[in-house]
């Protein structure tokens, strides 16, 4: 019997880019439908003729069967006035009206592209820009939505005509692929070598060219999907050396890019997560431990000095894939700028910076809309729990709180200064931008600015409220401002620390509406409520109320950015009190300094801090690990890799005889004074690096016990520590459920969702966190 009504569907989410027509389209066809489907500003809406039953079984097989890249937030069905049809059809897409709708991340090379990539009989054997509707670029090729080809930086390559026969056949892999391109029509090319002529050729050609120059010793940039990647030869010191001095990176790990899982595991060890995340849709660089006896051919203490570990990817593009292959072996493949700057995504610019650091460069012609460096993710060493390091290419901008609908309305959230990113509230979505850097120079500022605005354009979005951190200096609050005053909008101002936290508790909707939750916020820097440094906070929730409940008691905080960047300084400053430490301070300082320094300690502290980042420097010097640092987080780095050797030596359940610790307080002399005189005694730096994470967490055991809380969520920079991760979890877990961060850094690029977090509560709650300030 025909059918007699008509239906309507509609579905939110991440449902553009991931080839959700094609799949209606077929599944229609399976159910014997006639209608269509489109994309919108708001999603992907089908209408079709059937039976009541039929309908309800067809509106369960579209949710329950979508395409593997896709996430439905929402879906509605509704029956409409009836309207017959005579076929299924993919009608265009509609531009008109308010986006609200989730940006499809890009996506790694999947399976079936790698092998016609590799098959002589294909037709795009060797075509470096090989893609389908399961991979390739999504969000950094956008310029304006829906995600359709002539809205996409794809919109100069028309199709030739197989290209268009694969388009329009319902039957084909590629159909509606807006990616689609051959070698006859496609994206193509350039051989630069350094401020030489350009050459131009065929692919396989100038692939040859630049496999030949990383195994030469030269250094090589290569365009790839978010922006440049400067590479060289993982195994040639003088390469890896001179690709430091160019780009003014001394110590800085490098990251590596291997052919093949295979050729990793000849290197390094594997575990099962590890390799799922490395041959994931996102293909992040991932943390791994090199094998004891094995990675012979690698310059690994060039490549990461001082440290066990390395991060490494597979190729995530073609092109890429294509130069590993020719290559057969590990490159280096780190972010294509000078240090401190951002990326560099345009071929003009590269080519204009890039021949100071780079001999050669591979460009090709389509351009890149949204910068993106590649994301980082590491696992804890015993307990294996995921750390996202830097959510960026394959992660960002989609954020999806599974159970959690964003209040409505447009609220722009700025985040902090370092590891900045900025978030959006936004049509009930959540928007959480690319890591963009370090606040600290005009390009940086100019790229997060450029981000910001091209989101906001994106989603033809105009927020109603600005929220920044408390610190009115920050860059991001600064700018925050002005915008506010642009649009003639109120801007709120949150604590940094309290924004760490709300994000935390964010990514866990399970929790109890009325459980009572301890928060480890720990990180390097952020602006207390009381003018002071804050860094080794306490945090109790419950009850929508957030309140300080302790801190790392407060020690001096002196010469500005020069204490974060020299670790003796820290060790100064919460030590100066302590003669039984001055034997160990004073060489760190020539006569001068030491003289000065003290003199200025003697002084009453007219800035105090509590960081739990200076205190992990502090230690690091101490022990000898790190009297100066050349980049951000590295005195911690070291010292948490000197005090996994202990526990990899004598297991994660022993304590070094630190017992439970003898009270709510702590201060840096509790944990710092025992290492100096552990050294007198002859102890071993790694047993003393081990106690030095067991007194913070004994003070976190004894703080829980103390609040009688069953929640302990961690949230800060410091948990990028996967050793004091597991220690937490391992030490706590007998009495208390213990929490982290799901798909976001602890680091300073939750700091935006916190803010919404915070704002959201405050309108929607009759017990609101509490504003520290409106700006007028």
């Known amino acids: 019997m025909p059918p007699h009504r008509t239906y309507h569907i509609h579905l939110q989410g991440q449902v553009q880019g991931v080839g959700f027509r094609p799949f209606v389209y077929q599944l229609a066809n399976r159910f014997g439908l006639c209608g269509w489907v489109n994309n919108t500003l708001d999603g992907v809406h089908i209408e079709f003729n059937a039976g009541p039953e039929t309908a309800a079984s067809f509106y369960q097989a579209v949710q329950n069967e979508a395409p593997a890249l896709a996430v439905i937030t929402e879906a509605t069905m509704e029956e409409m006035a009836f309207q017959s049809y005579s076929d299924f059809q993919i009608v265009h897409s509609d531009a008109a009206g308010e986006a609200s709708l989730l940006l499809t991340p890009d996506v790694a090379l999947c399976a079936d592209c790698r092998a016609e990539l590799h098959a002589p009989s294909n037709r795009r054997f060797g075509y470096p820009f090989i893609t389908c509707t399961l991979c390739g670029p999504r969000y950094s090729i956008i310029q304006k939505l829906p995600y359709d080809r002539p809205f996409t930086t794809m919109q100069p390559f028309p199709m030739c005509p197989d290209c268009a026969a694969e388009y329009e056949n319902p039957l084909d892999r590629r159909?509606?692929?807006q990616t689609n391109s051959c070698a006859d029509c496609g994206i193509s090319l350039q051989w630069q070598p350094g401020h030489g002529i350009p050459l131009t050729g065929a692919p396989d050609e100038l692939i040859g060219l630049a496999a030949e120059a990383i195994l030469e010793g030269k250094i090589l940039a290569v365009k790839g999907i978010g922006g440049f990647l400067l590479c060289c030869d993982a195994g040639n010191e003088t390469a890896i050396q001179t690709l430091r001095r160019r780009k003014h990176r001394p110590s800085k790990p490098f990251a590596l890019m291997y052919p093949s899982l295979e050729s990793l595991r000849e290197d390094a060890q594997l575990g099962p997560e590890q390799a799922?995340?490395?041959?994931?849709i996102a293909a992040p660089i991932v943390?791994?431990?090199?094998?004891?006896?094995?990675h012979k051919k690698l310059a690994v203490k060039d490549i990461a000095p001082g440290l066990n570990q390395v991060g490494v990817m597979?190729?995530?593009?073609?092109?890429?894939?294509l130069l590993l292959r020719r290559i057969c072996r590990p490159i280096v493949a780190t972010s294509g700028n000078p240090t401190q700057h951002p990326i560099v995504f345009d071929n003009e610019t590269a080519l204009c910076e890039l021949p100071s650091i780079a001999d050669v460069l591979l460009l090709h012609n389509r351009?890149?809309?949204?910068?993106?460096?590649?994301?980082?993710?590491?696992?804890?060493?015993?307990?294996h729990e995921r750390i996202v390091l830097r959510r960026s290419r394959g992660l960002a901008p989609t954020f999806i709180l599974p159970g959690r609908k964003a209040a409505p309305g447009t609220v722009l959230a700025m985040g902090a200064m370092l590891k900045s990113a900025f978030g959006l509230r936004h049509q009930g979505n959540y928007y959480l931008s690319q890591y963009l850097g370090d606040l600290q120079n005009f390009d940086t500022e100019r790229s997060f600015q450029w981000a910001l605005r091209h989101l906001l354009g994106l989603l033809s979005a105009r927020p109603e409220a600005v929220l920044t951190d408390l610190h009115p200096d920050y860059y991001s609050t600064r700018l925050g401002e002005i915008l506010a005053g642009e649009w003639q909008v109120p801007v709120f101002r949150y604590q940094h620390h309290e924004a760490h936290f709300a994000a935390a508790l964010a990514e866990h909707p399970e929790l109890p509406a009325d459980a009572a939750v301890l928060g480890l916020i720990w990180d390097g820097t952020g602006l207390g409520s009381d003018g002071q440094v804050w860094g080794g906070e306490m945090f109790r929730f419950e009850n929508g109320q957030m309140n300080r409940v302790g801190h790392l008691e407060y020690f001096p905080f002196i010469l500005g950015d020069k204490m974060p960047r020299e670790?003796?300084?820290?060790?100064?400053?919460?030590?100066?009190?302590?003669?039984?430490?001055?034997?160990?301070?004073?060489p760190m300082f020539s006569e001068?300094?030491?003289?000065?320094?003290?003199?200025?300690?003697?002084?009453?502290?007219?800035?105090?801090?509590?960081?739990?980042?200076?205190?992990?420097?502090?230690?690091?010097?101490l022990l000898g690990l790190s009297l100066r640092s050349s980049y951000e987080g590295e005195a911690a780095m070291l010292l948490e890799n000197s005090a996994l050797e202990a526990f990899k030596k004598y297991g994660i359940g022993e304590n070094f005889g630190i017992e439970a610790a003898a009270s709510v307080g702590l201060s840096a002399e509790d944990v710092l004074l025992p290492l100096a005189e552990g050294l007198r005694l002859g102890e071993s730096r790694e047993v003393l690096a081990a106690q030095f994470h067991l007194r913070l967490v004994r003070w976190a055991e004894r703080m829980a016990a103390e609040?009688?809380?069953?929640?302990?969520?961690?949230?800060?920079g410091v948990f990028q520590n996967g050793l004091l991760a597991d220690l937490i979890s391992d030490r706590l877990s007998h009495h208390h459920t213990v929490l982290f961060h799901r798909q976001l850094s602890p680091n300073d690029e939750s700091i935006a969702l916190g803010q919404l977090m915070l704002h959201q509560s405050h309108k929607g709650n009759n017990n609101p966190i509490k504003i520290i300030s409106l700006a007028r």
Not at 707 to 716: D, E, L, M, P
Request: proline letters at 8%; hydrophobic letters at 40%.
């Open 175 to 177: 159909y509606y692929s």
């Open 276 to 280: 799922e995340e490395l041959l994931g």
């Open 287 to 294: 943390l791994v431990d090199l094998l004891p006896n094995g």
């Open 314 to 321: 597979l190729p995530y593009a073609p092109l890429l894939e």
């Open 367 to 383: 351009d890149i809309a949204t910068p993106q460096d590649d994301s980082v993710v590491r696992f804890s060493p015993f307990l």
């Open 567 to 586: 670790p003796r300084i820290s060790a100064l400053a919460a030590c100066h009190h302590l003669p039984q430490c001055h034997d160990l301070l004073e």
């Open 592 to 621: 001068t300094e030491w003289r000065v320094y003290r003199q200025l300690l003697q002084q009453p502290a007219r800035l105090t801090t509590s960081s739990m980042g200076r205190l992990f420097d502090g230690a690091a010097a």
């Open 707 to 716: 609040q009688k809380v069953r929640y302990v969520v961690c949230s800060g």
